[in-house]
């Protein structure tokens, strides 16, 4: 997906209730555009959609014609929540992917206990996986565990709320996992979602996610910076800022300017040249 295309979605979804940030977005519609880069094609599913903040996203990530979007939540079935992590609703998260429905978008809906989900059942064709159900360790590996099955060769995981002190549980399954199935690593973190994928093809994105000027034609520059740190045998790629550049000192006042306008001027080519007929 092109980030001005993420853009309106930000702006579409803005009063759509959940947590789901716009460099999140950015982050997912990136590793989206690597696999169009590369021929990766597949469906998409997401575990624990709310009221479809994100998954009105991952509907503008599949191509209607070949691929599909399914989703998994509890909705009404609140009883089976036993972390409380999100209250869905059926009838909102309807209402909030009318538009793309009526636009051709398949969309399988799935309202159980994802624990209750085989790969039988929902398939195997998956090249984007995005977890954020259960948080409780056990949840959360069942649903690492699906994905892993139901991932195409080159696909990605995406698991929400890795390393939170909030929800110590989501690190526990995320830890099990990687102990319990050394056909993949994690190879980045940022904006509350941690990226996994396998082994064989992790230089595929890492390629990607180590050039600075695709990550600023997807908004996540300056002041992100990303560095390098071992995890589970594998170095981690870590989008953050850093804590002296979120001071609001006269220098950083400067520079925030100064990359607020190059980033202006930078969408303002993009949209043009979007705008252009073909």
Same mark, same amino acid.
């Given at each position: 997906?092109?980030?001005?295309?993420?853009?309106?979605?930000?702006?579409?979804?803005?009063?759509?209730?959940?947590?789901?940030?716009?460099?999140?977005?950015?982050?997912?519609?990136?590793?989206?555009?690597?696999?169009?880069?590369?021929?990766?094609?597949?469906?998409?599913?997401?575990?624990?959609?709310?009221?479809?903040?994100?998954?009105?996203?991952?509907?503008?990530?599949?191509?209607?014609?070949?691929?599909?979007?399914?989703?998994?939540?509890?909705?009404?079935?609140?009883?089976?929540?036993?972390?409380?992590?999100?209250?869905?609703?059926?009838?909102?998260?309807?209402?909030?992917?009318?538009?793309?429905? +009526?636009?051709?978008?398949?969309?399988?809906?799935?309202? /159980?206990?994802?624990?209750?989900?085989?790969?039988?059942?929902?398939?195997?064709?998956?090249?984007?996986?995005?977890?954020?159900?259960?948080?409780?360790?056990?949840?959360?590996?069942?649903?690492?565990?699906?994905?892993?099955?139901?991932?195409?060769?080159?696909?990605?995981?995406?698991?929400?709320?890795?390393?939170?002190?909030?929800?110590?549980?989501?690190?526990?399954?995320?830890?099990?996992?990687? +102990?319990?199935?050394?056909?993949?690593?994690?190879?980045?973190?940022?904006?509350?979602?941690?990226?996994?994928?396998?082994?064989?093809?992790?230089?595929?994105?890492? /390629?990607?996610?180590?050039?600075?000027?695709?990550?600023?034609?997807?908004?996540?520059?300056?002041?992100?910076?990303?560095?390098?740190?071992?995890?589970?045998?594998?170095?981690?790629?870590?989008i953050y800022v850093p804590d002296y550049l979120? /001071?609001?000192?006269?220098?950083?006042?400067?520079?925030?300017?100064?990359?607020?306008?190059?980033?202006?001027?930078?969408?303002?080519?993009?949209?043009?040249?979007?705008?252009?007929?073909?």
């Open positions: 997906m092109h980030p001005v295309d993420v853009k309106k979605f930000v702006k579409q979804s803005s009063s759509v209730q959940g947590w789901f940030s716009s460099e999140a977005a950015m982050l997912f519609a990136w590793v989206d555009q690597i696999q169009q880069s590369n021929q990766i094609s597949g469906d998409c599913f997401e575990i624990g959609c709310h009221h479809g903040k994100s998954a009105m996203l991952l509907g503008g990530l599949v191509d209607p014609a070949t691929e599909k979007l399914a989703v998994c939540d509890l909705f009404g079935m609140q009883t089976d929540n036993v972390s409380r992590s999100g209250n869905g609703d059926l009838d909102t998260f309807e209402r909030n992917m009318k538009e793309a429905k +009526d636009a051709g978008l398949t969309i399988n809906v799935f309202q /159980k206990n994802s624990a209750d989900l085989t790969a039988d059942e929902i398939g195997r064709n998956y090249r984007f996986f995005h977890i954020d159900g259960g948080h409780n360790p056990e949840e959360a590996l069942v649903d690492l565990h699906l994905a892993a099955e139901c991932l195409v060769d080159r696909g990605v995981i995406a698991l929400d709320d890795p390393f939170r002190m909030e929800w110590p549980g989501v690190t526990e399954a995320l830890l099990r996992f990687l +102990d319990e199935n050394n056909e993949f690593q994690a190879i980045m973190v940022g904006f509350n979602k941690l990226l996994l994928t396998r082994k064989a093809w992790s230089g595929l994105y890492l /390629k990607e996610f180590e050039d600075l000027s695709c990550r600023e034609t997807y908004k996540l520059g300056y002041p992100w910076r990303v560095k390098q740190l071992p995890f589970h045998q594998f170095d981690l790629r870590i979120q /001071k609001l000192t006269p220098g950083n006042i400067a520079r925030r300017i100064y990359h607020k306008t190059r980033r202006f001027l930078a969408t303002r080519r993009q949209d043009q040249a979007a705008a252009k007929p073909a």
